[in-house]
């Protein structure tokens, strides 16, 4: 099996502690008031070994002989999001309107709040949804257009960021034109001059994802800046970036981004939110309001919120804000590169994840093995070493996907790749 790798990352761990500040000071009160009934405080990382991982790795309660590498699909809750949940659930249950409004004064005062400083926006350019389809829907829905106007997309979207394109294109002759991205990426100036070169006069937006269901990692802030320079707009996909690694939505220049929180970062699945920075918002039209106003834009799905769900989203913000998201990154590379070193040293093996850190995200990492149809193989890992993974038949592959997240271990690893 590959060397370990050794990270030292005492510096980084000290930074995310010392940045995390006023988060923390926010999830005192969440905690006090409802969310960490108690609930151990995680200690940082001194390095990405398995050993300074252990306390982390504790908080999840995984039933106990299984291996979960799918978090790409849905992201498995530490234990203090499954008690944020419970103890949201108990307030609306005891006491249904003071819990609903207690809920409620935690989503606006803390969560929305704790949102925008942890990823780099004003908590008013956030709007909460279910998940990242609900996001994109209304990110593409919204977007002014009219008859003839086109969008570029790439043919690596997720269908949430594919149909409701194709649903401005039949009802309201919005051209979509999509652009063939290889796969596994070759390099970032690839992608850009792809896309760029896919512009006509009649562009007004590019649409596509951060990092996609395989994995690759998109140069999002040149391709950005690109479309600003031409005066087009920035909407993207952030399902599956989110939570792998520092993000900041004001210095990545987009103009719209839409996320799941229920996958890498950890929060109670049927959550997200969509960020329309405010400079943008005009070019935006709320498919709820009948009269927007730039203070009141209307993105929010109007109805009843799953409020425990929202409310323990600061559970995960706050759990994961302890560790520093640079210590999740450092982690996730650190996993995925021992898998990826291992991978290599099999017979029959092709690895489809791009060959250095700049086109590949930390968590996902795609292969093919030859006589293995991936679609046979996720039962297989299941009954015989009870491990969950996932398939990626698209971009033309019969892949595998694993998806390692920091409470996964090299011992977990060695097992998949013995059965390979
Ligand atoms: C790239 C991408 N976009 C969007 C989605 C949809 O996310 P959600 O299930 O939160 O709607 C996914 C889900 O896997 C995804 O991988």
């Known amino acids: ?59 999840f309660i995984l039933k106990k002989g299984m291996t979960y590498m799918n978090n790409a699909s849905l992201g498995m ?20 309107l003071h819990g609903k409004h207690d809920l409620q004064a935690i989503i606006k005062d803390k969560v929305i709040p704790g949102l925008a400083d942890t990823f780099g926006a004003d908590s008013d350019e956030i709007v909460l949804t279910r998940n990242a389809s609900e996001a994109l829907h209304i990110q593409a829905l919204s977007f002014n257009l009219k ?22 294109k039949k009802k309201e002759g919005v051209r979509v034109k999509q652009v063939f991205i ?72 987009c103009d719209a981004y839409a996320v799941s929180l229920h996958k890498w970062v950890l929060a109670p699945a049927g959550t997200g939110f969509l960020y329309i920075r405010k400079g943008a918002r005009d070019r935006f039209r709320s498919p709820f309001e009948t009269n927007p ?28 804000n302890q560790i520093g998201w640079e210590n999740v990154e450092t982690r996730c590379r650190y996993l995925s590169d021992y898998l990826k070193d291992g991978l290599k040293q099999i017979d029959g093996v092709t690895l489809l994840s791009g060959g250095n850190d700049t086109i590949s995200a930390p968590g996902s990492t795609i292969f093919e093995k030859e006589g293995l149809d991936a679609l046979e193989a996720v039962p297989i890992f299941e009954d015989k070493i009870k491990t969950h993974i996932d398939e990626h038949q698209r971009d033309g592959h019969n892949a595998i996907r694993v998806s390692t997240h920091i409470y996964n271990n090299t011992a977990e690893i060695d097992r998949l790749l013995n059965i390979l």
């Open 1 to 59: 099996m590959p060397n370990k790798p050794s990270v030292n990352q005492i510096g980084s761990s000290r930074r995310s502690f010392i940045r995390t500040g006023i988060l923390g000071a926010a999830s005192a009160w969440i905690s006090k008031d409802i969310l960490f009934a108690g609930t151990n405080r995680v200690v940082p990382p001194l390095s990405s070994l398995d050993q300074d991982w252990k306390q982390i790795r504790s908080q």
């Open 77 to 96: 809750p530490p234990l203090p999001v499954v008690k944020a949940v419970q103890n949201g659930y108990e307030s609306i249950s005891n006491e249904p």
């Open 293 to 320: 106003t730039t203070d009141a834009p209307g993105f929010d799905p109007p109805g009843t919120k799953d409020f425990p769900l929202r409310a323990a989203i600061g559970a995960a913000l706050d759990f994961m």
């Open 147 to 168: 008859r003839g106007d086109e969008v570029i997309i790439t043919t690596q979207e997720h269908p949430a960021g594919l149909k409701p394109w194709m649903l401005r």
């Open 182 to 253: 290889p796969s596994p990426l070759t390099d970032q100036s690839d992608v850009l001059n792809r896309i760029e070169s896919a512009l006509t006069r009649r562009t007004k937006a590019i649409s596509f994802c951060h990092v996609t269901r395989g994995g690759h990692l998109y140069p999002v802030k040149a391709l950005a800046a690109m479309a600003k320079e031409k005066g087009l707009f920035t909407l993207v996909d952030g399902a599956q970036a989110i939570g792998q690694f520092p993000l900041n939505l004001h210095e990545l220049g």
